[in-house]
């Protein structure tokens, strides 16, 4: 996992104590994950019994935050030292091709005085 620690991230539009100086532009990051075969497999095993499909859950996951990460990446470009309005989306592209997209609002914040 990349540092994501020099940057506020928030899925609501504005950090508390902190006044937005400068609005830099929508940003997003995206990544399209796919099952291999012995994820499919374990992944059928489980959904037979019914229940939280974990092989799948723990890919997700994993897609959310190289997401995030490319966000942050595209934010961090643009000078932002924050991301706000941040809002994940998930869709399946092809049979077990899911693509996961994280988008928000790059902007300069600064401590209120």
């Given at each position: 996992?990349?540092?994501?620690?020099?940057i506020i991230l928030?899925?609501?539009?504005?950090?508390?104590g902190?006044?937005?100086?400068?609005?830099?532009?929508?940003?997003?990051?995206?990544?399209?994950?796919?099952?291999?075969?012995?994820g499919k497999f374990?992944?059928?095993i489980q959904s037979a019994f019914g229940g939280e499909v974990s092989t799948f859950t723990r890919e997700l996951e994993k897609a959310k935050q190289e997401a995030l990460e490319r966000m942050v990446?595209?934010?961090r470009r643009l000078g932002a030292n924050a991301v706000?309005?941040?809002d994940f989306e998930?869709?399946?592209?092809?049979?077990?091709?899911?693509l996961v997209s994280a988008h928000g609002t790059a902007v300069e914040v600064e401590p209120e005085t």
């Open positions: 996992m990349k540092n994501m620690e020099d928030t899925t609501t539009p504005s950090i508390p902190h006044r937005i100086k400068k609005v830099l532009g929508i940003v997003h990051g995206m990544t399209a994950r796919t099952r291999g075969v012995g374990l992944a059928s990446e595209e934010a706000i309005g941040i998930t869709t399946e592209v092809f049979e077990s091709v899911v």
